[in-house]
């Protein structure tokens, strides 16, 4: 900052901004606090962190984590503690915000504006708002490829509709940073697909995208980097190879009348097997193609062998009811060279409702494949 | 931002403003037609053709087409309050009272447009079904002697516009907007006999009196605005008191929302 504001007293607007552009990142939060009502801890606590031009930037957490909170604090909604700078400046004193920032809050099932109104005429209406010609917004609607349903009314566009029309809204002032509150949730997968494609295309043009996501697999997808949340803290800032190789892991899922006799050939090679309920398992450390040869080897007939990306803590569901004191010690010791400092803090999850509690939440994680692995 | 443009289309976007228009002129063109009719049966004194024109009622405190003026401009705030602009497109102080500008302007040219039509409407009407009182007047337009009424008349379809327009705003809400218009009349007439203090000495009735005269529900109450609908008001107000009572309630409110909208966060 002192650095910007030398710069300042020397040279002209134009060069002075161009300085500012250099020095900071199109999005920084700083210290963003919120707290709790009436004594509960807070909802948001002291979270810091940038996105950069060029990158996609996810704000990772379960939902209750502080994340849309982080995003109304920045841009001024709600009132808090800590701020956050856009190019330097913090978002109400931006001239032209629309041109700077495009944001898409609120659901996806809610239409993006009066349920009456056309499309076209909605969105040319809006672009009268942001100071941009009608010619803009017909543009958008092509590229949000929502041209086809254009002149239908905004009462009948379904969630994924909505969010692209919302996104189109953003998109008018032509902003180099976007800021979008859980854009797929809700989403069909083609949809999401687009989305991510549209985002990762954004950034790939130079802007800076933060976007808030529930589901790991979605942000290893999309982010260049991602900041992870849990119940208000930040609990992890980093780049999308070290989360996927720290919170991720590959899995294949295989469903046939006798994985059982296949879960024991795939432990004596050396891959972790978890049964899943029925006839299905997840096996960990053997790829896909490899766990089709030794079925085949063996004369096992398979359903279906698939890829699949899990979170090392895996999302609490239906399990096998375990005693789960029996295997503490195992558990640990399975704990891998991979498990550093940072996937030990992101692990906590809720326990699941209804379930047996288990002692400690880092157990849960390798529990599993240890404990089939003697079962079978 | 082109905060008229932005106005222009949001107003011809939503359907009320097609439906209200249609409802007025309808309403009046009826109201209309029972006032000739009424005049013919009684026989005697043939309606007041400013009061056909307008399309007066004596059960409502304002003309049809001023209270369908309110109805738009109420809906005109609702609208940015029920389904906000993508943030902070209106959030900078300068975009909002721009944009309040835009929209009183937007309203004041629909109202004007809304008294204009019925005034045409409500004359054919009056031509097809009285043809010696259309005659007169017409000649008396003809040589160029308008009635200050109908001016009058088109100021007070105006000001309902606005009334609602600006009640919404401060209120926030488009029922609220349309509650400040009809509240409007009932609490002008107090404050203004208040004012002009002969109010005492025509009622010739203590207070009470007066305030029961002022009773809404009254059914041959004569409303203060009454006079610009070609209804025989109760109260004798000079032309230019007339034109104190349909501006002030217009700068009160006008002045009441300028107070707040610094406070403020959205429009």
Redesign the interface.
Known sequence: MAQAQTVQTQTGPAVRDQQVRQVHHPFQAIGLTKAGRRGRSAVLLDLSFDARAGQVTVLLGPEGSGRTTALRLA?G?ERGQGTALFHGRP??RLSR??REVG???GEADRP???P???AR??L???A????VSARRADQLLEQTRLAPAAEHRLRTYSPGMNRRL?LA??LLGDPSTLLLDEPTEGLSPKNVEWFHAFLRAFAAGGGAVLVTLRSPQQAAQLADRVVTLELGRLMADQPVEEFRRTRLRDEVSVRGPQVARLADLLAAAGAAVRHEGGNVISVEGLARTEIGELAFQHGILLHELADRVVEHAPAPGPRPPEPAGASLAKATVALGPGETVTTQVVVPTPPAPGGHVLPARRETRVLHPLLFDEDD | MHALTYERRRLSGVRSSWLVPVVVLGASAVVAVLTVRQGAAAGSPAADPLRVLTAGLPLLPLPIAALGAGVVGALSAGHEFRHPAPLALLRPLRRRLALLLAKLVTVGVFAGLLGVGTLVLDAVVLHLGHHTAAARLEAAVLHGHVPVALGGYLALVVAGGWIGLLGAVLLRSAAAGMLVLIMVPVLVEPVASALLGSGAARGGGDGVLRWHRFFPVDGTHAWLYGALSGLHSGTTVSDAGLAVAVAAPVLMLLLAYLVLLPRRSAL
Do not use: F, K, T
């Open positions: 841009l909604l978002y109400r915000p629309e944001v898409v809050l993006a504006g009066h009456g109104r056309r005429a909605h040319r209406m809006m009268a708002a942001a100071g919302q809204q953003a």
